[in-house]
């Protein structure tokens, strides 16, 4: 090990110490956020949410942090540099920084009789990045570190962890080996999966590491300083912060709140100095003196439950699919799939509203399921119930067969049960994911994404899919959003935003990619 050992009361000393030296810095008013869940963890190795990585990208320091711009800036690291070949990084790590010892996890570390690592090093990043990679940590972002030197093996379980091409050279030199160059690696090293972890104080919460405050040790420019499960969460300055992003509120606070009219209320009040939206109707309710950016970032499309053996069916999904006028069902209808916010790819092959061709194409379906009639149900949530009743109604009026079309209508935490347990036929779901890149957007049909609510698998599709990530041109990305389309794996039906909003009177707090990427250290009111 490169860290010395430092005991619970060292490190309280050093803490004072530092709080003593640190304590004239400006610090601000507190802040506000309306957020639609509380955390289950803070564990940035496993956060998965929205919610929690934002929590993640406030309280940790990463080797780098996105700026306004969305671009990777050094953050724990002093320099770095990267070998000719483009696949050897090596990093130096800040000097002198220390894990923020909350009143709860030194009352936590006591309670063991134990003695903790505070000082931030190389080791750290080693074991939280190594973390990431490995199988039982089940990290919904490991994704972001597949081009690590064995990160596949390591992950899958052929090669054992200690072949990840990542070690610490000595206590403040990192070096991280991969694969082959990667143009999006410092922004891998951004994002939560990548932050650093004590390995001490891991193993000391015996599995529960990030659950609580008590178990939980951040080196970000903010502390977890308190959490109501029902209803808020707040995270504090932390004044003997020594590291490169200095934090200016006194505190941020998170409250739960999904009510769209009443957040508006509270930002345009200046109660709330951040919120976030969904939904077509979230900028006409903002359309008020705040500060806001929108983004068409979410897909609402009717989906096919891939597991259903008769969904299984081409014939049928492409019958049902032609037999949807969406120009009488909304005026925002869509022909693509891949959102504005990604970017505009140019046109894509799909299957069109034609009534003849929807009926021919049921018949042909009924023959080869030896089928007389059939019973198909779309589940949706209130918002969405009169798009999935005009859905049946286009049926009705253009397949000409026995087709028995209902609508289940079920409230957004029933919904979401029904969903990720694949308990549905067809629905109506809101394709959103927290990232900037069309590759990310597409992942989700993968067969190995942990999104594919559709248990849809294709070895064409994901051949495609990866040639796209590594080559992610206009045409490579259309090929395939038109494989998606053509083949019945869905239908886009409008493009919904997502708004980010703060308050007339402030200022500093930027949203950086996607909508966990939200940093408040440079926040005040003005």
């Known amino acids: 090990m490169f860290k010395k050992i430092i005991s619970v009361i060292t490190a309280t000393v050093l803490i004072i110490t530092c709080f003593s030296a640190c304590k004239k810095e400006e610090t601000g008013e507190a802040l506000a956020c309306a957020i639609s869940e509380i955390p289950t963890t803070f564990d940035p190795q496993i956060a998965s949410s929205t919610v929690e990585r934002m929590m993640a990208v406030n309280i940790f320091d990463g080797l780098f942090k996105l700026d306004e711009n969305n671009q990777p800036q050094k953050c724990a690291v002093t320099d770095y540099s990267v070998s000719a070949d483009g696949l050897v990084y090596t990093f130096q790590i800040q000097r002198d920084t220390y894990y923020y010892i909350s009143s709860a ?62 070690r610490a050279i000595d206590e403040y030199t990192l070096e991280i080996t991969l694969e082959k160059p990667s143009g999006d690696f410092l922004y891998a090293l951004s994002q939560p999966v990548s932050y650093p972890c004590d390995k001490e104080f891991f193993e000391l919460t015996g599995g529960r590491y990030g659950l609580e405050q008590k178990y939980t040790i951040t080196n970000g420019g903010f502390y977890l300083s308190n959490v109501s499960e029902d209803k808020s969460v707040r995270i504090a300055k932390q004044s003997e912060y020594n590291g490169s992003h200095n934090a200016i509120p006194s505190a941020v606070g998170f409250y739960l709140n999904t009510d769209c009219v009443n957040v508006a209320d509270k930002l345009d009040k200046g109660d709330y100095n951040v919120g976030f939206f969904t939904g077509e109707d979230a900028i006409d309710e903002l359309g008020r003196k705040v500060q806001k950016q929108v983004l068409s970032n979410i897909s609402c499309s009717l989906i ?19 037999g949807i006028d969406l120009e009488k069902i909304t005026k925002k209808n869509t022909e693509k799939l891949v959102p504005a916010y990604y970017g505009d790819f140019g046109s894509v092959e799909r299957i069109s509203f034609n009534a003849e061709n929807s009926h021919n194409t049921m018949i042909k379906a009924f023959d080869e399921l030896k089928i007389d009639n059939l019973s198909l149900d779309i589940l949706c949530t209130p918002k969405y119930e009169k798009t999935a009743k ?22 957004e935490k029933d919904y979401n049960k029904r969903i990720n347990s694949g308990e549905f036929e067809l629905a109506i779901y809101s394709i959103t994911v927290d990232s900037n890149k069309a590759s990310d957007f597409l992942s989700v049909f993968t067969s190995q994404n942990s999104g594919n609510v559709f248990n849809y698998s294709s070895d064409e599709y994901n051949r495609l899919w990866n040639e796209m990530k590594n080559s992610p041109t206009n045409d490579s990305i259309n090929l395939c959003q038109s494989y998606l389309l053509k083949n019945a794996v869905l239908l886009p039906i409008t493009e919904e935003n997502t708004v980010f909003a703060t308050a007339k009177d402030t200022s500093g707090i930027y949203f950086s990619g996607d909508s966990a990427n939200v940093y408040f250290y440079k926040g005040q009111k003005k």
């Open 390 to 411: 005009s859905i049946v109604n286009s049926w009705q009026s253009s397949i000409g067969v026995e087709l028995n079309g209902s609508v289940t209508v079920l409230e």
């Open 304 to 322: 096919f439950n891939m597991s259903n053996e008769k969904l299984q069916n081409l014939s049928l999904r492409t019958g049902l699919i032609s």
């Open 105 to 166: 996890a030194k009352k936590f570390i006591e309670s063991k009789n134990a003695a903790i690592e505070a000082k931030v090093t190389a080791e750290d990043f080693v074991f939280g990045i190594t973390r990431a990679v490995l199988p039982e940590t089940d990290a919904e972002y490991f994704e972001l570190l597949k081009e690590i030197k064995n990160a596949k093996q390591v992950h899958n379980g052929t090669m054992s962890a200690d072949s990840l091409g990542i």
